[in-house]
C-alpha cells in the first residue's frame, strides 16, 4: 500500500495547492474586483458631479437667456406700443392738419367763387350797358343811314334837273 498512500498523499497535496491557489486567485480576483469598482465608483462621482455642475451652469444659462429674451421682448413690446400711440398721434394730428386745410380750402373756394360770381356780373353789367349803349348807337346810325337811303330814294325819284350835275 505504499505507492497507493504516497500517491494519495500527492493527490490531496495537489488538490490542497490547487485550492489554495485558486483561493488566492479568487481572493486576487475580488480585491482587483474591488478596487476595479472603486476607481469606477469614483470616476462615476466625478462625472456626475461635473454632469450635475455642466447642467446646473446651463440650467443657469438657460433661465438667464430665458429671462433676457422675455425681458427683450417686453422692451419690444412696449416700444412698438409707444411707436403706435405715437404713430396714432400722428395720424390723428396729420387727419385733423388735413381736415382743417380741407375746411380752409372750402372756404376760400367759397369765398373766391363769391368775388367770381360778383365780377361776372359786374362784368354781365358792364357788357349789357355797352350792348345797350351800342344799339342805341346802331339805332342812331341805322336811323341816319334810313334818312340818308329814303333822301336819296327821294332824290332818284326827283326829276332829273335838281340832281347835280355829275363832274369828271
Known amino acids: 500500500m505504499g505507492k497507493i498512500k504516497t500517491d494519495m498523499e500527492k493527490l490531496v497535496k495537489g488538490v490542497r495547492s490547487s485550492a489554495a491557489a485558486r483561493h488566492m486567485g479568487v481572493r486576487h480576483v475580488h480585491k482587483a474586483s474591488r478596487v476595479l469598482l472603486a476607481d469606477y465608483e469614483k470616476e462615476r462621482s466625478k462625472r456626475a458631479r461635473k454632469i450635475r455642475v455642466e447642467a446646473a451652469t446651463l440650467g443657469t444659462k438657460l433661465e438667464r437667456q430665458t429671462s433676457d429674451r422675455v425681458k ?36 376760400e373756394r367759397g369765398r373766391m367763387a363769391g368775388q367770381m360770381r360778383e365780377s361776372v356780373q359786374a362784368e354781365i353789367g ?43
Do not use: F, Y
Open 126 to 168: 358792364g357788357i349789357r350797358t355797352a350792348v345797350d349803349t351800342l344799339r342805341a348807337s346802331v339805332r342812331t346810325m341805322m336811323g341816319g343811314i334810313g334818312e340818308d337811303v329814303a333822301a336819296a330814294t327821294r332824290l332818284w325819284r326827283s326829276k332829273p334837273s335838281r340832281m347835280p350835275a355829275r363832274t369828271k
Open 72 to 107: 427683450a421682448a417686453r422692451e419690444m413690446m412696449a416700444e412698438l406700443g409707444q411707436a403706435s400711440a405715437e404713430r396714432s398721434a400722428a395720424v390723428r394730428e396729420a387727419h385733423s392738419r388735413m381736415s382743417g386745410h380741407l375746411q380752409d380750402l372750402r372756404a
